[in-house]
């Protein structure tokens, strides 16, 4: 055995009398909430009413869960169904003992927050750039549960970080493998810092931020993936086409999807809609017409400058925090479609808050 190596958990449930507490659980919830709180915030420095994000998790969590498992029994059907299982048809649905396919959480996760934002009348595209950071840091802490579930590593090794595998799950005596998992979790690491400074330093709207996101998850996907090995009962259950993994070219087909929207859109400037019709029954003396109210993104910070009269959108102790505001320290400016621009912590007598925004 190497001198230095990262051992692998001995246990990954404990149990409080007969309640089962999984660590792949905990990974995952902690990173929900992570990503909640992160964009939260940054939904409330855009101008948008506090709470919506957290309103909005509820079906994508529960949507994007349902999805990852879908993906994952349908790409690894084998291991469930036909003559060469080697796990009970009914463990397709123990969703604890791992298995959730990032694609398919991602894409029906999607389509939660399409649903809850059509209902409150919301721009699909501004929540999308808003969330992005916090999705990375959410797999980065998801990933972890891989960990301790001793699943999705590597082919062997000699480096030093190698990581130790059971014979209980599929691992050699006196063999180190890629801590892929580990990999994975530091390239989600970088990349949610990375769309925080890119956000900040750019006014990317329309989905665009979201899709540099994809690019980027996707191309660490796709090296960390050519790394993996899936031994179940001995044999390699990945599902292969022409070399690659089917996961590789998942990443390869969303990389270059993710570039064409991405150019697509460099002109796009129509207004995108933080308050909607519900939000803003729901404030005092409100009499607003959402067609025509709009505000506009600060291009020094790349976060929008919308808000309601009289509240900025965003919490004071927020105004040096890395996801959003003014980057003069300030309250974020709300500029009318006219000349009447003005601060938006400024004007108490505004009776139309500005429910829109429009990149530069």
Not at 170 to 182: A, D, I, M, N, S
Not at 193 to 206: N, T
Not at 240 to 253: C, S, Y
Not at 344 to 352: K, R, V
């Amino acid at each position: 055995m190497p001198l230095a190596s990262i051992p692998s958990p001995s246990q990954g449930v404990w149990y409080l009398g007969i309640i089962p507490i999984r660590a792949y659980a905990l990974c995952i919830v902690l990173g929900v909430v992570v990503a909640v709180w992160l964009s939260e915030r940054r939904w409330r420095a855009r101008g948008g009413r506090p709470g919506t994000i957290i309103d909005i998790a509820v079906p994508a969590v529960i949507f994007g869960l349902i999805g990852g498992r879908l993906y994952h029994v349908i790409t690894d059907w084998q291991t469930y169904f036909g003559s060469r299982a080697i796990k009970e048809p009914i463990q397709a649905l123990f969703i604890w003992e791992g298995g959730l396919g990032i694609w398919g959480a991602i894409s029906l996760g999607g389509v939660g927050v399409w649903w809850a934002a059509r209902k409150r009348g919301l721009s699909m595209s501004a929540i999308a750039d808003t969330v992005a950071p916090g999705i990375a840091f959410a797999q980065a802490i998801g990933r972890w549960g891989n960990w301790f579930n001793q699943e999705l590593y590597g082919s062997p090794t000699t480096l030093p970080w190698g990581l130790e595998i059971d014979v209980d799950h599929g691992g050699e005596p006196g063999v180190l493998y890629h801590p892929t998992f580990l990999y994975e979790s530091l390239w989600n690491l970088a990349l949610g810092f990375a769309l925080i400074f890119v956000g900040r330093r750019f006014a990317l709207r329309h989905g665009r931020l979201f899709a540099l996101y994809v690019a980027g998850y996707t191309l660490g996907r796709f090296w960390i993936e050519g790394l993996r090995i899936d031994p179940v009962g001995g044999v390699d259950h990945a599902v292969h086409f022409l070399g690659l993994r089917l996961n590789q070219w998942t990443a390869i087909v969303l990389f270059v999807g993710a570039l064409v929207y991405f150019w697509a859109t460099r002109n796009k400037t129509d207004d995108e809609i933080v308050l909607g019709p519900s939000d803003m029954s729901d404030m005092p003396g409100a009499e607003v017409d959402p067609e025509h109210a709009s505000g506009q993104a600060d291009p020094g910070t790349g976060e929008s400058s919308s808000a309601p009269p009289g509240d900025s959108g965003r919490d004071p102790s927020e105004a040096d925090s890395p996801e959003g505001g003014s980057a003069e320290g300030g309250e974020p400016r709300a500029e009318g479609s006219g000349d009447d621009a003005a601060r938006a912590g400024d004007a108490p007598e505004a009776t139309e808050p500005a429910t829109k925004e429009k990149s530069s």
